[in-house]
């Protein structure tokens, strides 16, 4: 219901995969704006204020990380939810550093569309239906 | 007789003798000859010029006045050929034409005193006093005269500050003595007579003056050694002796007398001779010592220098250790050279490349800006092919050898223009210029030349050979840099290509994995999610398509993971973890795999009694999930077990499936590249990399993997881990990044895509 008026904006370099996020997003009811770049990313979420960003972080000119530090830096746009997209499922060790900016992560080669749209869906309703499998608690602090 | 006429005879007969002692006894090398004639023209002048005021018959006057002027001028010619000598080593006379111009001048004008050209009339004033008149050429006379009282001082003094030691104290006193004495007499006799009306006591004082001459001759000939006086006193002595007993001898009265006094002749010629002989070598020895002495002060000397020339090398020794970039010890040589070496004040050196000498730097000095100013800061740009008689620094690499000049302009120019040569030349006021080839063997590296202020004759062999053994010091350290520079750049270009490498890594993965997710997106978006219809056929097509996509996937991450491995460029991060958290998450992973097949899946361990370690958890993480993996595809019934367990410091974790099994065979084949156990049934090849990838994860913990399995019987594979208290400091093989500070187990359910609530979740 909600979802339907959310927008998202989508950057990544690649075309192939900005039509297939597109699609899938779209088919859901959001309202998607693609960038290519990190430039056009900061110049497009300040502007329009999106609801989330879903943010690739391997692009030429402007790295991903720098995009989502600006993002975060600025007052216009720092309270948009990210979800940074990566391509390299070594980069795991990444992840740490990057959600200290970020606010969820996917891998997209392990990540279906599908599956995407779930995590967009709990990141802008803190979806409590979310229940996360009994989890392993993390070692003594 | 009166006072003066005594000191008058006085004076006279010493100069004699002087002349006489020195024309025999003098080193005629050192102008005794002329030392002999000027004594006695000196003291012929005295007597002369004394009667010149006595009563006596007035006709003789003029004669007396044109010879006193004459010997006047011959005193004044003795001298200067007599400090001539002393200056020159050589007799004037070696110079034939001036010799006999100088001479035929001299005795022109010595005869022109006869004439009333210079002495133009003698007047009698009161008996014994004369007055003097003086003609035309009298100015001309003066001149001659004084030029040559004048040119002898100076020569004289010259000489008195170029020597040392006995002759420098005998100089010393004959130069004052005939200084005082010339001086003296020519304002007497010459000077003042010209001016006013002199009283005789006046001229009487300029023959006096002679005394003082007389007594500092006598001085430097008892006290100093100027001529070999003792012995011939000795001898003249012992001669009188004997002479004086034969007198004796040939007088006794009787025969007694005779023999008594014949015999005292015999023994007193006896001693006498040995008397002589002995005074004789006691001068030679003394001689020897002074000799030795002097010797000695220069040895000592030598010594000294050459203890600092060593303490100097040692310093550029230690310069050439502390640094190893080039251009710094270069400096720091250069600059030491000047402080080190006084005669030397600066050097340059020049290197060869490729075919090429080229200037590179120069000592630091007060002169160094200057000399920038003028041929440019950057004097690296002076570099041009190597020929011979391009200018002497080639010619010093071309022939291998030590170049010297006293121009520099033979060094630098071409290429620097010679006025500017000339104008550095003088600036450091270079005398004298070498320049040393530095060869590495047969391999030429430069030339580096030494400019010294002082001239040739003044520099010892010790700074040419200090000049020699700086260079050889400065090829080695060129070596050396040269050495370390190639190393540095091999390093450099090893770094370069280790990061080509890891680029290379990320944007294969990078540039496979991006199309590959949008291949697998869209049939998730069919297939999964029904979106676009298809039918039944084109929904088979595209299963088998979307799974081997899939496989692909698998197969891209093993082949980075193996050519990491391979590289030796695993990337590993270590922290602190309970194993027993991993195989849980695993098993969420796996379960509906597992389920599928109907295969049981279960975690066999009491989380509180499996013990911390420090490990890269995403590295074991997936070895349990290939582990888990592989016991799922190769069972068809049964179940799989995870076992935990711990036992003497190391950390047990088990496999269990209870599938087909391995043989022995096969067993070995386990761990390697490529390596599968044929089947019959291919539901889901793997990448035959699983293994092996696994087995590397777990050595590079320094653990260990193997497989217990008996054919038929299900396998039992094992991995075991040290347990580690904390993070280790380098991974021998993998690239160790920092431990990570607060514990973090990422954790990711990654579920097949059919189970599409799957989400990730972080435990902080």
């Known amino acids: 219901m909600a979802d339907s008026f959310k927008s998202i904006l989508l950057v990544d370099d690649d075309l192939t995969l900005r039509e297939m996020y597109t699609e899938r997003l779209k088919a859901e009811g959001f309202t998607v704006q693609t960038a290519k770049d990190g430039e056009e990313a900061i110049q497009m979420a300040t502007e329009t204020k999106p609801n989330i960003i879903l943010l690739d972080i391997m692009m030429p000119k402007i790295n991903g990380l720098d995009v989502l530090k600006k993002l975060k830096e600025q007052e216009e746009t720092k309270a948009i939810p990210v979800i940074v997209l990566t391509a390299l499922i070594q980069d795991r060790e990444k992840m740490e550093s990057i959600t200290r900016g970020a606010d969820d992560y996917i891998v997209k080669s392990e990540m279906m569309p599908g599956e995407v749209i779930q995590k967009v869906k709990a990141l802008l309703n803190h979806d409590p239906d979310e229940t996360a499998k009994p989890e392993a608690s993390p070692a003594p602090q | ?764």
């Not at chain 2, 008149?133 to 100076?154: E, K, M, P, Q, R």
């Not at chain 2, 402080?339 to 060869?352: D, H, I, T």
Request: glycine share 6%.
């Open chain 2, 1 to 764: 007789m009166s006072t003066e006429q005594a000191i008058l005879t006085l004076i006279v007969t010493i100069c004699v003798f002087l002349s006489l002692v020195s024309f025999f006894r003098g080193d005629p090398q050192r102008g005794s000859r002329s030392f002999g004639l000027m004594s006695l023209a000196a003291g012929l002048w005295a007597l002369i010029t004394f009667f010149e005021e006595e009563a006596i018959q007035f006709h003789v006057k003029p004669l007396l006045v044109s010879l006193d002027f004459s010997l006047a001028l011959a005193i004044s010619t003795f001298f200067f050929t007599f400090s001539y000598h002393l200056v020159f080593r050589k007799s004037l006379l070696e110079k034939k034409w001036l010799a006999a111009s100088y001479v035929t001048g001299v005795t022109g004008i010595a005869l022109l005193c006869f004439t009333p050209l210079v002495i133009s009339g003698v007047r009698d004033i009161n008996g014994s006093n004369i007055d003097i008149d003086t003609g035309n050429l009298f100015t001309l006379y003066a001149s001659v005269l004084a030029l040559n009282f004048l040119t002898g001082i100076y020569f004289l003094v010259r000489t008195y500050l170029r020597s040392k030691g006995q002759e420098r104290s005998q100089l010393m006193y004959v130069t004052l003595g005939l200084f005082i004495s010339i001086t003296i007499a020519l304002a007497t006799n010459l000077i003042l007579p010209e001016i006013l009306q002199v009283s005789s006591i006046v001229l009487r004082i300029g023959i006096y003056s002679m005394i003082f001459f007389l007594a500092s001759t006598t001085i430097a000939i008892t006290r100093h050694g100027l001529f070999d006086i003792k012995v011939l006193a000795t001898q003249l002595f012992v001669a009188l002796l004997l002479l004086a007993m034969l007198g004796r001898a040939l007088t006794a009265r009787g025969t007694l007398d005779l023999v008594f006094e014949l015999f005292l002749l015999i023994l007193s010629s006896i001693f006498g001779y040995f008397l002589v002989k002995s005074v004789q070598s006691e001068i030679a020895r003394r001689r020897e010592i002074e000799k030795l002495a002097q010797e000695r002060i220069e040895t000592l000397k030598e010594l000294e220098q050459r203890n600092k020339n060593l303490a100097a090398l040692q310093k550029v020794s230690k310069l050439v250790l502390n640094q190893i970039e080039m251009k710094p010890m270069i400096q720091a040589i250069l600059d030491e050279i000047p402080k080190q070496f006084e005669s030397c004040n600066g050097a340059l050196l020049n290197l060869v490349h490729g075919g090429h000498l080229a200037a590179y730097a120069i000592s630091s000095n007060e002169f160094t800006k200057k000399i920038y100013g003028m041929v440019g800061s950057d004097i690296e740009r002076y570099s041009y092919p190597i020929k011979k008689g391009f200018n002497l620094l080639h010619d010093t690499l071309i022939d291998k050898q030590i170049k010297e000049s006293t121009r520099v302009s033979d060094f630098i120019c071409p290429p620097i223009a010679k006025p500017i040569a000339a104008t550095i030349q003088g600036l450091m006021g270079m005398k004298y210029i070498i320049s040393v080839p530095l060869f590495a063997g047969k391999e030429p590296l430069g030339v580096m030349m030494f400019v010294y202020r002082v001239p040739k004759e003044q520099l010892l062999d010790k700074d040419v050979e200090m000049a020699v053994a700086i260079s050889d010091e400065t090829s080695l350290a060129i070596q050396r840099a040269y050495a370390f520079q190639q190393l540095k750049d091999a390093n450099e270009y090893l770094a370069d290509l280790d990061k080509l490498k890891d680029e290379f890594i990320s944007i294969a993965s990078h540039e496979l994995n991006t199309p590959l997710a949008a291949v697998e997106g869209y049939l998730s978006m069919i297939l999964d999610e029904n979106m676009g219809k298809v039918d039944d056929k084109a929904r088979m097509y595209l299963t088998r398509a979307y799974d081997s996509s899939k496989r692909l996937a698998e197969l891209i991450l093993d082949l980075l993971n193996v050519s990491r491995i391979e590289q030796g460029r695993v990337k590993m991060k270590f922290a602190k973890v309970n194993l027993y958290d991993l195989a849980e998450s695993v098993l969420h992973e796996l379960q509906v795999k597992a389920d599928a097949k109907k295969l049981g899946l279960k975690l066999d361990a009491n989380k509180a009694k499996v013990p911390e370690t420090w490990c890269d958890p995403d590295r074991i993480r997936e070895v349990i999930v290939n582990l888990v993996g592989n016991a799922i595809k190769y069972s068809d019934k049964g179940g799989i077990t995870i076992r935990l367990s711990s036992e003497a410091g190391r950390l047990r974790c088990e496999v269990i499936d209870t599938g087909r099994g391995i043989s022995e065979a096969d067993q070995k084949k386990l761990f390697q590249k490529f390596s599968q156990v044929k089947r019959e049934i291919d539901e889901h090849q793997g990448t035959g990399l699983g293994l092996y990838i696994s087995k590397n994860f777990v050595e590079l913990h320094k653990g260990r993997i193997w497989v217990e399995s008996e054919e038929g019987k299900g396998s039992d594979f094992i991995f075991e881990l040290p347990i580690l208290a904390e993070a280790p400091e380098k991974i021998d093989g993998a690239i160790l990044e920092g431990p990570l500070s607060a514990p973090k187990i990422v954790l990711r359910d990654k579920r097949p895509p059919a189970a599409v609530t799957a989400s990730a979740r972080k435990a902080e």
